[in-house]
């Protein structure tokens, strides 16, 4: 049974009649056009399509659209603000942390969410916290120097 | 420079098997100077093409367009996979065309705007696509001088050419750019007398490091996989599918499937699409398909299928021989026999298969995640009966391919399901399917026999490889007498190989390097003598030795009086597509719970010139991270054509925590010709590690790969 769901996506209020029960994933790529999300796995194992729900970082092909009424959704179009690249996107152009760019809107989103809860996160808390998010062309070094310039610049160069 | 030749006229019958018309081409990309050339070196890695199959077209094989605003569009068949070669080849057309690199523009893997490829796989990008592509901005270059040399009257050889600016150094006001003699022009140049490439050293970009080029649109969601792409109309498939590998329909009822709003469910033989605008509702209705089938009884698994890969009446090809084996085991000291075991393996790339196809009027267009767009569009004209101008195949970015995305099943699929239904249609395999329908890395025996005279010199090898194929046995070391044979199938006898198989990363090398570098390190145990120094001994290749050199250096590898020295120090070389790399690790192990760590691995790496060091050290760093997995825990369970392992939850692949420290030495070869650079170090790691699991503790692992639970047995055994 579809019904209107009200949600704030990228700093937007949204509303979409939807049946409630359909997976945020193909909600966001499919009835919003928001395709940087990307499908991997559908069981939550890969990370690919990690958004931001009320800053938590969380798997959206395993939540429903129901789950996110009257919270907000952060995906990888909305972490730009003003043409300005996030500090996570930034550092990951400058440390080339990606190769084929499948994973990275998840690695970057986790990434942000990390850096969310704990500004000063340590290269060890890095990789722990980006642990459960998979790269099959092996760009992780990269990535981790790429987070960790990230949290650097947030908190002000220190 | 040579003086070269050119004409202007325009070859007819030009389209040939092709598909496409040179005037086509003016069609969809406007005016400006389009230069088509024939680069043909003696590498040429399809000279001939298979009877009905495609070769590099014979009047030429690339295309450069000159934009009136100095824009350099360069068409490739070749596809980025994450590679980097969207950088590497930018490189190099700048050097050769002298212009900035911001000017270049590729096109890739566009059937109908590029000429045709074999396909992107065995790192042939650069060392064999990228001399031709060399010549061809050499050529496009003379064309361009040619021109400029009759607007400015001034003789092409007088000219000079600096970031897209002609002009004459004698008299510098009389200059142009390349895109002023692009403007309001439709020329068509085609050079049959090549110009000599410039050396190497005397290039701006080439050798030097750059990053990505497609970074920014890959952080921000903006870069378009296939999967991201939408039409209007288009439908969503979901298919229905067999629980495992050996399964016929027998019968199906889609009737309650239908009833879900907005569904259509088309069959085609055995296919059978459930199509819905909205994915997740095809998916629901998908579930309510009645379906039978008939499956074969298939009684191997994953544990029995070494030894009947073993027992199977198998063909014995001697693809390389040497001196006389019998006599050089005459001469040994001692002999060692080993045989190792290596499992399917699969390609699991983040990106699923995704296609999407769509026949309009008379055309059908397919956008695919594929390595291989051309031998796509022959399979779709020929299922058709489509004469091949009328079908497009374009491949956007793609999220990982390793060998994995040349069967292009999806794709079919997709464009058989829009045939029917009259829809663009959009497949995306679920996970499940990637691990049902992957063309798994070859599972293989090896068998080993080899000796050593007293001094420690080896002096016999007997080699036999199970089907698996021989890619990296290749010997290395100095070895008199040597044979290396390789099993297959005899013809008419059942398939001991029940899955399906294709290239895997650096495709049967991981299975080869891993099987002689252990060996070569069991032979260094029996002449007790420290791994390095056994190898350098036996080595007689002055690259190879430089290149282990290197990697010992850049260590700090210091040789121990005994081996195993209990230090967890492992030594492995081998050669990939013209590539040489050494590798050494360091690894700490638990003995208690058999879980073993890799603290730190060195790679040297001798690829002849390298393009672009930054790029290739990811590429590097990349295989060595990839091999970790085929190292630790990747590997295919099966029972019969039921696979067990259907996604990551038990399928595990790399993570963060397991990558050591990677440190990396490219031994830049100015003067050789580019080798391969996407492949080659993911060759060793198995060998290593292995290796240093028996520095470490003294025990040996035959199986692939070292789970907690195998060298818990490993240790037991001691």
């Known amino acids: 049974m579809e019904e209107t769901i009200s949600f704030q996506l990228n700093g937007k209020q949204t509303e979409i009649k939807i049946d409630p029960t359909q997976t ?109 998010n998979l790269c099959r062309c092996g760009a992780h070094i990269h990535i981790i120097d790429a987070v960790e310039t990230a949290a650097k610049e947030m908190r002000g160069g220190k | 420079m040579k003086k070269e030749k050119s004409n202007t006229q325009v070859a007819s019958g030009t389209t040939g098997r092709r598909g496409m018309e040179r005037r086509d081409f003016f069609k969809l990309v406007g005016g400006g100077v389009v230069i088509f050339f024939l680069p043909r070196c003696s590498s040429d890695p399809v000279p001939v093409a298979e009877p009905g199959k495609r070769s590099l077209p014979k009047d030429y094989n690339a295309f450069l367009k000159i934009d009136e605003d100095g824009t350099v569009n360069c068409y490739t068949g070749k ?21 900035p690199m911001e000017k270049i523009k590729m096109v890739m893997g566009d059937t109908e705007l590029c000429p045709w490829d074999g396909g992107t796989w065995g790192s042939m990008t650069i060392r064999s696509f990228g001399p031709n592509m060399r010549r061809a901005a050499a050529e496009a270059k003379g064309v361009l001088l040619e021109l400029a040399a009759n607007k400015l009257k001034v003789p092409a050889t007088q000219l000079v050419v600096v970031d897209g600016v002609i002009f004459d150094p004698a008299n510098p006001g009389k200059s142009v750019t390349y895109g002023e003699l692009a403007k309001g022009k439709k020329i068509e140049k085609f050079l049959d007398v090549k110009p000599e490439v410039e050396d190497y050293s005397k290039f701006t970009f080439i050798g030097k490091s750059f990053k990505r080029n497609d970074a920014k649109i890959k ?15 288009m439908l969503f498939a979901r298919i229905l599918r067999p629980k495992s590998l050996s399964g016929k329909l027998a019968s199906v009822d889609y009737s309650e499937a239908e009833k879900v709003p907005g569904t259509t469910v088309v069959r085609d033989g055995e296919l059978v699409g459930v199509l819905n605008a909205n994915l997740v509702l095809a998916g629901r209705a998908l579930e309510m398909v009645k379906a039978e089938y008939t499956y074969d009884e298939i009684k191997v698994d994953n544990k029995t299928i070494f030894e009947a890969m073993i027992k199977a009446d198998t063909t014995a090809d001697v693809e390389t021989t040497a001196g006389d084996i019998e006599a050089g ?116 025996v090896l068998k080993i ?60 090398n991981n299975t080869n390097t891993l099987g002689r570098e252990l060996q070569i390190d069991r032979l260094a145990a029996a002449a007790k003598m420290d791994p390095l120094e056994f190898r350098l001994k036996n080595l007689k290749d002055q690259r190879m030795i430089d290149t282990l050199k290197a ?15 209990g230090r967890g120090i492992g030594i492995a070389v081998g050669t990939d597509v013209g590539t040489l790399v050494a590798e050494i690790a360091e690894i700490e192990i638990d003995k208690k719970t058999g879980k073993v760590k890799v ?57 963060f925590s397991w990558v050591p420290k990677i440190e990396s030495i490219i031994l830049q070869r100015m003067d050789q010709p580019p080798h391969g650079g996407g492949e080659p170090a993911i060759i060793a790691v198995g060998a290593v590690v292995g290796n240093a699991i028996f520095d470490a503790t003294g025990a040996r692992l035959f199986q692939m790969p070292y789970t907690p639970e195998r060298v818990l047995e490993a240790l037991k055994k001691g």
């Open chain 2, 551 to 565: 990697a010992a250096d850049l260590f700090g590898y210091v040789p121990s009086k005994k081996y195993p020295s």
């Open chain 2, 449 to 508: 026999k080899s000796g050593i005279d007293k001094s420690g010199l080896i002096k016999a090898w007997d080699y036999h490889a199970y089907f698996c194929g021989t890619r990296g046995s290749e010997i290395v070391y100095d070895v008199p007498n040597h044979k290396i044979t390789a099993h297959y199938h005899k013809e008419n006898t059942p398939q001991v190989h029940i899955l399906d198989t294709g290239p895997w990363r650096a495709p049967n």
């Open chain 2, 79 to 99: 596809i980025e996979q994450g590679q980097g070669i969207i950088m590497s080849l930018v490189q190099i057309m700048a050097d050769d065309l002298n212009v």
């Open chain 1, 24 to 132: 945020l994933l193909w909600v966001l790529r499919n009835d919003l056009g928001l395709t940087g999300t990307k499908f991997g796995c559908g069981i939550g194992f890969c990370g690919s399509c990690t958004v931001l729900l009320d800053n938590e970082p969380v798997r959206s092909c395993s939540i429903s659209v129901g789950e996110v009424k009257g919270k907000s959704v952060v995906t990888i179009e909305g972490l730009a603000k003003d043409g300005e690249l996030h500090p996570v996107q930034k550092a990951f152009v400058e440390h080339d942390a990606l190769q084929c760019g499948f994973c990275t809107p998840g690695m970057i989103m986790n990434a942000a969410g990390l850096l969310i809860k704990n500004p000063s996160i340590t290269r060890d808390e890095i990789k722990a916290g980006m642990e459960d």
């Open chain 2, 329 to 444: 085991f005459k001469q040994c000291d001692k002999i060692i026999e080993t045989e190792i075991h290596d499992p399917f393996l699969a390609h699991a790339f983040i990106e699923p298969h995704s296609a999407l196809a769509q026949f309009e009027n008379d055309k059908l267009t397919v956008w695919a995640s594929s390595q291989t767009p051309y031998p796509l569009q022959d399979a779709l004209a020929k299922h058709f009966s489509m004469p091949l101008n009328k079908v497009r195949v374009i491949v956007p970015f793609v999220g990982g391919g390793f060998g994995g995305k040349s069967k292009n099943q999806q794709a079919m699929e997709a464009a058989i399901l829009a045939k029917v239904c009259g829809k663009p249609v959009m497949v995306t395999w679920t996970r499940e399917e990637e691990f049902l329908y992957d063309n798994f890395h070859s599972a293989g």
């Open chain 2, 219 to 233: 952080v921000t969601g903006e870069a378009k996989y296939t999967g991201d792409l939408k039409l209007p109309g």
């Open chain 2, 599 to 655: 603290k730190r691995i060195v790679c040297a790496q001798d690829m002849g010139l390298c393009v672009n060091p930054h790029g290739a050290t990811m590429q590097l760093e990349g295989c060595i991270t990839m091999a970790l997995g085929y190292t630790f825990s990747e590997e295919i369970r099966f029972e019969g054509g039921n696979i067990i392992d259907r996604n990551y939850d038990t399928y595990e692949l790399p993570r």
